[in-house]
């Protein structure tokens, strides 16, 4: 039985490569890598969302494996109805719909907010990699990582909406790939930049937006940072 109904709402491959194709393209299209360690960080987000849609409309490796700890827990739940891998609203009662859950909407702002950080990202960043200047406006004025705090903040959203053993073990990896790529992008830019750089940094945080005016000055943007 578990098997009919796996099989009924799952093995959809071709939804698997459509859904990772267009927010991979989508994502390419604000993330722009052209160096090393832009595709490092892209193809890292890129696995992330293929592993995600994988489960989502694949196999659901997640729900086999726990599917006896789910079914002693929760055992008016088909857990292997598509919907279902919609883990929190159906551990939390969500009778309706799980699209117009509660934890569906906060994972859909976390997404929007990710690509909104993102696309306002790249035109700074473009411009740096045209003048060889440091970032210091837009929301490199708030963050001296946006583009990594953007891809965070999207795989954030997806684990809220549709969690797996899979990608909840990715996550924290990730995050602390991306931690180590800042640490190493600002040394090369201190050593590009100096003094002005370290004045730069001691007034932006790395990840989490200031939102206070800046009280340095810059008249450009500069590589990853």
């Not at 994988?54 to 739940?77: A, D, H, K």
């Amino acid at each position: 039985m578990k098997g009919e109904m796996a099989h009924s709402e799952y093995g959809l491959w071709f939804l698997v490569i459509l859904n990772s194709a267009i927010f991979i393209i989508f994502a390419f299209s604000f993330a722009k890598p052209s160096k090393s360690k832009d595709w490092t960080s892209f193809g890292a987000f890129s696995a992330f969302v293929i592993a995600l849609f994988t489960e989502m409309y694949g196999f659901p490796l997640s729900i086999y494996f726990l599917s006896p700890w789910l079914e002693s827990q929760f055992p008016n739940i088909n857990w292997f109805a598509h919907d279902s891998g919609h883990f929190w609203e159906m551990i939390f009662g969500w009778k309706d719909n799980p699209h117009f859950g509660p934890f569906h909407f906060i994972s859909l702002a976390f997404i929007f907010l990710g690509f909104s950080v993102l696309s306002s990202a790249w035109p700074v960043l473009h411009g740096a990699l045209r003048s060889g200047k440091l970032a210091t406006t837009g929301i490199y004025a708030r963050m001296r990582h946006p583009q990594y705090a953007g891809f965070v903040l999207i795989m954030f959203g997806f684990l809220v909406q549709w969690p797996t053993i899979l990608t909840l073990v990715m996550f924290p990896v990730l995050v602390f790939m991306y931690v180590r790529l800042a640490l190493r992008e600002e040394k090369d830019a201190e050593a590009q930049f100096g003094e002005e750089y370290r004045a730069y940094a001691a007034n932006t945080p790395r990840f989490w937006p200031r939102w206070r005016r800046p009280s340095h000055s810059g008249n450009a943007s500069g590589p990853g940072l």
